[in-house]
């Protein structure tokens, strides 16, 4: 497959647009799909991005695929944004993209998220936080310094699948 192949498989208006001027961006379980659910936005928008995920192999095969100057880091998402945040590096987005069973565990980890970023988090919701999921009320829940901006219908998966657009504060 190619970034054209990628681009051309990933509908602009299924990723937060408000997002795209970011200049720098972790992307952590972005290597689904080869980075057609967010990936490939970023590509699209000229950022510089750092993609972190547990799957080598996928990671092998975006690599060449995106640019150069792209990292792409393989390892467990919490652990990295562990060494990340201890490290104080920050990044202006921080993209959250688990498989759909992994999404109450990184709506817990939100606050160690948070910390990554600059100023934008956008992480996934299924239709178990609601439909639409109701972004005031859930980061009401999160002990961290986050505004709600935007829920983003993806797709139609497991009854319904969005992006939730925060700013950190």
């Known amino acids: 497959m190619t970034l054209d192949e990628v681009r ?3 509908d602009p208006a299924t990723f937060p647009s408000c997002v795209l001027d970011a200049r720098t961006a972790f ?6 799909f080869l980075g057609r659910n967010s990936a490939v936005h970023m590509e699209r928008a000229g950022m510089r991005v750092s993609v972190i995920d547990a799957d080598d192999h996928r990671l092998d095969e ?3 695929l995106y640019p150069k100057t792209w990292k792409f880091v393989h390892g467990d998402a ?15 987005l921080v993209v959250l993209d688990p498989w759909t069973n992994g999404v109450p565990r990184v709506l ?6 948070a910390r990554l970023s600059s100023r ?4 996934g919701l299924t239709a178990a936080q609601g439909d639409p ?6 980061l009401s829940t999160v002990d961290a310094p986050l505004s709600p901006v935007a829920i983003v219908r993806r797709s139609d998966h497991v009854g319904g699948v969005w992006w939730g657009v925060a700013t950190v504060l």
């Not at 992307?27 to 689904?32: K, L």
């Not at 817990?108 to 998220?113: D, S």
């Open 78 to 92: 919490f652990e990295i944004a562990r060494l990340i945040a201890d490290s104080g590096a920050k990044a202006d």
């Open 133 to 138: 999921p109701d972004l005031d009320a859930l």
């Open 108 to 113: 817990e980890a939100l606050p160690l998220f």
């Open 120 to 123: 934008w988090l956008v992480f």
């Open 8 to 10: 051309a498989d990933a």
């Open 27 to 32: 992307d952590f379980f972005g290597a689904g």
């Open 62 to 64: 975006m690599a060449p």
